[in-house]
């Protein structure tokens, strides 16, 4: 995170830039990188965002260039809209609220303070860098809490399309007992070994296909798992080989041997000797498991388009680059949206940035009784177990994108 005086930036650093440039030889040594809501943000916010957010190194006169991904200025002025959007709806937080999200880490990971130092100082980072990330994450958790979260609503009727709509998700753990034949060859290998290899494994599959004894082959000719034993691998998990082999692995019935099928080792044949489990569960039984996936990956979505559509235009933004563009994008109908009975347009987008995604930050909420013991409308905000703040049972209501996020008390 940035310090509070690189946060509120005037226009008197755009007068020291030009009256600075740089020394005589012309070199550049600083720039203005965009301007969010007339405060400019340079090359050294970005720089520092890339090391630490990135673990990128950005050099200024690639910047000026054009040549740094436009990808990673995109994710720095997100980023800068962020904490904008942070500062703007006046959330704080705490530093017991970081002591006890630290604490959570090292408790869940069995760390002691000075095993969890020596790991943040081989990952280059201080105690206090750290905390500055922790500090972003849980405004970050904060704003997606009332503005993307609240707003997901997923009902049975929805779980349901969804498990109709992906028959292969929801089965009983899948094992085969493979038998595996492998003729090597490099991926840069020349067309012309390529070809031969190709030309030798499809000969030995006419010979299996014809009544040819596939384990005296595979002991003969295979150079793969198994060979000595005939090829035979044993029960597997499809999920546990290559993509490739998993795919036909898969597919394959009892007694089938598959085509030729290619890998960075060769050229492979497989026989599914046997096969057990796989078999669809019904829904009553993974309901639960459906509406969480699909909450999941609505929530998602939901912040994709908060992200790339509200955000941004909420924000007067400026690039001062040339080559690098940030608009506001048009929502487009994701898989969620096309699949929810109940979807409606602000739930549709498709997208996601992973070093933002509120999945990994666990929610927990719950009810806080009053002192007789009598529940009430009260309820307590966790994040990793951690009680961050309480809110009204009548804050669910959806909240205006423009609105200001009032902070509940703190959680006791």
Request: aromatic fraction near 8%; glycine fraction near 8%; hydrophobic fraction near 35%.
């Amino acid at each position: 995170m940035f310090s509070v005086s690189r946060l509120v930036k005037t226009a008197a650093l755009l007068a020291l830039l030009v009256i600075f440039p740089g020394p005589s030889s012309g070199s550049l040594v600083e720039k203005i990188v965009v301007v969010v809501n007339g405060v400019p943000h340079t090359f050294s916010d970005m720089r520092k965002f890339a090391r630490d957010r990135l673990n990128r190194d950005v050099k200024l006169d690639e910047l000026a260039a054009g040549r740094v991904p436009k990808q990673w200025v995109e994710e720095f002025i997100t980023y800068e809209l962020i904490r904008t959007e942070v500062r703007n709806t006046g959330i704080r937080v705490r530093d017991a609220d970081i002591d006890g999200f630290i604490r959570a880490v090292r408790e869940r990971n069995k760390l002691s303070p000075a095993q969890f130092a020596a790991l943040l100082k081989r990952d280059g980072k201080t105690l206090a860098q750290y905390r500055d990330e922790v500090r972003g994450r849980i405004e970050q958790d904060e704003l997606i809490q009332r503005n993307v979260r609240k707003r997901v609503h997923i009902t049975m009727l929805d779980a349901r399309r969804y498990y109709d709509a992906n028959p292969d998700s929801y089965r009983t753990e899948l094992k085969v007992r493979l038998r595996h034949l492998m003729l090597p060859v490099d991926e840069g290998a020349s067309p012309e070994r390529e070809q031969a290899v190709k030309t030798d494994i499809e000969e030995l599959r006419r010979q299996i296909l014809g009544g040819g004894d596939f384990a005296a082959l595979a002991t003969a000719r295979s150079q793969g798992a198994g060979a000595t034993e005939g090829g035979d691998i044993g029960w597997v998990k499809p999920e546990d080989l290559p993509d490739s082999l998993a795919r036909v692995a898969t597919a394959l019935k009892k007694g089938e041997v598959s085509e030729p099928v290619r890998t960075s080792l060769g050229y492979h044949l497989v026989r599914a000797e046997d096969r057990e489990g796989g078999e669809r569960l019904p829904f009553e039984t993974v309901s639960e498991k459906a509406r969480d996936e699909l909450y999941n990956k609505t929530l998602q979505e939901r912040f994709a388009k908060w992200l790339k559509t509200d955000l941004r235009k909420k924000h007067r933004v400026e690039v001062k680059l040339d080559g690098y563009a940030f608009e506001a994008q048009q929502a487009e109908r994701g898989t969620v949206g096309s699949l929810m009975a109940t979807a409606t347009e602000d739930q549709e987008d498709k997208g996601f940035w992973d070093y933002l995604n509120p999945a990994t930050y666990i929610y927990q909420e719950e009810l806080i009784p009053d002192p007789t013991g009598v529940v009430g409308d009260r309820k307590r905000v966790r994040l990793f177990g951690i009680p961050l703040f309480t809110t009204e049972a009548g804050d669910d209501d959806d909240v205006p994108l423009d609105q200001p996020l009032e902070r509940g008390t703190p959680a006791p």
